[in-house]
């Protein structure tokens, strides 16, 4: 089973800054499997990147993803209030047909 | 608009089975290709993910957990559902179900549309 791991745990930042999450699997994954979520208290996660680099709909294009093999990123370029929540990457084992996700980074208002 | 919405006892007691059914609407669930999954979050904590139905009826299952899981379809009420044995504390959790457009059995690799969660509690 891969393990995803996030970092950092919470990142602390202000409006209108750049942040930049990690995932980095314990193995390869392909990138066409690679996602990342944000969550909301009370929210069911929302899709916000699918295939490690393509936004889904509707998301705004302040969110990008990238990466390959271990490491993904996800970046927001600048910081909204609405930004602020849990993120989470995630990945789909085409071979062991199951979905894993990190554990979670919480991004916080500075 | 597909929507999906959970639905189920909040309070389940130990060694009992858990029960929800997720329907969805705004679509056919036996149309196209999809991957129909049960997802949970106990509080505080992150996702895991429980096990999928396809579209024809084929399923897969967490190997942590698929000794007490099953997951099945009823198409003719537009409603996939999970069934979780002898459940403990450990069970307890918000329990989301989410869809993944897969192409032909092809897995997109991730959840596009999500319920809104409910609740379960395990406890005497």
């Known amino acids: 089973e891969i393990v995803l791991t996030q970092s950092p745990g919470t990142l602390s930042l202000s409006p209108g800054e750049r942040a930049t999450l990690s995932c980095r699997a314990s193995?390869?994954?392909?990138?066409?499997?690679l996602a990342w979520y944000q969550q909301k208290p009370g929210q069911a996660p929302r899709l916000l990147i699918y295939?490690?680099?393509s936004r889904a709909t509707g998301i705004p294009d302040r969110f990008s993803g990238s990466g390959s093999g271990t490491d993904f990123t996800l970046t927001i370029s600048r910081l909204e209030p609405e930004d602020f929540a849990v993120y989470y990457c995630?990945?789909?084992?085409?071979?062991?047909?199951?979905?894993?996700f990190g554990q979670g980074t919480k991004l916080e208002i500075k | 608009q597909v929507q999906l919405q959970e639905s189920g006892p909040g309070l389940v007691k130990p060694s009992q089975t858990l029960s929800l059914t997720c329907t969805v609407s705004?679509?056919?669930?036996?149309?196209?290709?999809?991957?129909w999954s049960w997802i949970r979050q106990p509080a505080g904590k992150g996702l895991e993910w429980i096990g999928r139905?396809?579209?024809?009826?084929?399923?897969n299952y967490n190997p942590s957990l698929k000794s007490r899981v099953t997951i099945s379809v009823d198409t003719s009420k537009n409603q996939f559902s999970l069934k979780l044995s002898s459940v403990t504390a450990a069970d307890t959790a918000v329990y989301y179900c989410?869809?993944?457009?897969?192409?032909?059995?092809?897995?997109?690799?991730?959840?596009?549309?999500w319920g809104q969660g409910t609740l379960v509690t395990v406890s005497s």
């Open positions: 705004g679509g056919s669930i036996s149309s196209g290709s999809y991957y």
């Open positions: 989410a869809r993944d457009p897969a192409y032909y059995y092809d897995s997109s690799g991730c959840f596009d549309y």
């Open positions: 295939g490690a680099s």
């Open positions: 139905i396809y579209t024809s009826g084929s399923t």
């Open positions: 193995q390869s994954v392909s990138s066409s499997y």
């Open positions: 995630q990945q789909y084992g085409s071979s062991l047909l199951m979905y894993t």
